[in-house]
């Protein structure tokens, strides 16, 4: 007896997926990212449960990510190894044969991604005949691409994270997923609110939500949370909280050998560099002074040089001062949306060990 195929496509918003992926490892009880094949793999299973056919019988066969990307002329006299990230994360995405799509990436953030994205996912449809599509994304702007697909007969399953966190400058920040582009799609799964109700969930369900993290090595040990951060706790969907730009965790590098490349390995690389796979805790920031406002202290532009695991440099525009920061003092954007030639204004301030940036702002340029 033949059996249909039900064809699915996967289109992943970069951005927000890494903003989630970022709060899961940092901020949440997990300490791991969400791993693409994870997503994947989840994808094939529940498109089954709900189409109500087996697995085997549910193929991705279009998968496309959307994501910014700082241009060359950018990422010329950077210091780090912020190339040798990106090819391994374009390695991950070619072994689960997700197409990559970058948008350039300047001061003011990723242009055109949403539109991009939506005619990409709209002639799937047209010219592969999907059954299925599903949307890594909480971005209220997709509703009218799911009221499209929805006139074509296509299901659509969204997934989305509502998450909310303190930063350590006290500042709430955290991601939503729109109840419009819920309420729209066929099959809406609030990913938050799975994990969350790990426990109560049946044995299957709890499978793919652990396949869901990359595993690391060390997985065992508890890690610690990021010094000077809050508790995170759950809200409830808020179509105002900003979501996170796309971010690559950063660890010193360590000459000792990997194993075999594998995508679970490819996945610890993008994360931690060259790094070993032992996670190394975030320096605690160093202790400065307090500051007034924002408005009743000078501020001093520059450029970020290096960007490690929590923290970083930035040299100034003017004069010698080559300022620490801590990952808690970067204001706009997030410490995650940082990379070498990012200018920012920030506020001096004396700490025990030399001059520390305080209350960093990215830059928008024209």
């Known amino acids: 007896m033949s059996v249909n195929l039900t064809k699915i496509g996967v289109f992943f918003d970069g951005r927000y997926f890494s903003g989630a992926s970022a709060y899961y490892l940092h901020y949440h009880e997990r300490r791991a990212r969400i791993s693409v094949g994870g997503i994947r793999n989840y994808v094939t299973h529940q498109v089954a449960a709900e189409e109500g056919v087996e697995p085997r019988h549910c193929r991705i066969v279009e998968a496309h990510l959307f994501a910014g990307r700082i241009s060359a002329f950018d990422a010329r006299g950077r210091e780090d190894d912020v190339l040798f990230r990106e090819r391994l994360w374009d390695d991950i995405l070619h072994k689960e044969d997700v197409t990559a799509h970058y948008m350039p990436m ?6 055109g991604i949403d539109v991009s994205l939506a005619l ?9 005949g999907l059954d ?12 009218p691409l799911v009221r499209k697909l929805n006139a074509r007969g296509v299901r659509v399953m969204v ?7 303190v930063d350590g400058s006290g500042r709430e920040r955290g991601a939503t997923m729109s109840r419009t582009l819920a309420g729209e799609a066929t099959y809406p799964v609030r990913m938050d609110e799975l994990i969350a109700g790990y426990a109560d969930l049946p044995e299957a369900q709890r499978g793919l939500v652990d396949d869901l993290f990359l595993k690391r090595r060390g997985d065992q040990e508890e890690v610690p949370p990021p010094p000077g951060a809050a508790a995170a706790r759950q809200v409830p969907p808020a179509e105002e909280l900003p ?24 996945e610890r690389f993008a994360e931690q560099g060259f790094s070993a796979g032992i996670p190394s805790p975030r320096p605690a920031p160093p202790p400065t002074p307090e500051l007034a406002d924002d408005e009743s202290g000078d501020r001093v532009t520059g450029r970020v040089t290096r960007v490690l695991d929590g923290y970083g440099f930035i040299k100034a525009d003017w004069g010698a001062s080559n300022p620490f920061f801590h990952h808690s003092e970067v204001t706009d954007g997030g410490f995650d949306s940082l990379q070498p030639g990012t200018p920012v204004s920030y506020v001096e301030a004396q700490g025990e060990r030399g001059m520390v940036a305080k209350r960093i702002r990215v830059l928008e340029t024209a």
């Open 106 to 111: 300047g001061m003011r953030g990723e242009k």
């Open 120 to 128: 990409e996912c709209y002639e799937a449809v047209v010219l592969k």
């Open 132 to 143: 299925v599509v599903v949307l890594v994304t909480g971005d209220g702007d997709f509703v």
């Open 159 to 165: 997934i989305g994270w509502t998450y909310s966190y």
């Open 243 to 266: 979501t996170h730009p796309q971010v690559n965790a950063r660890l010193p590098v360590v000459t000792e050998r990997s194993p075999p490349a594998s995508r679970a390995a490819l």
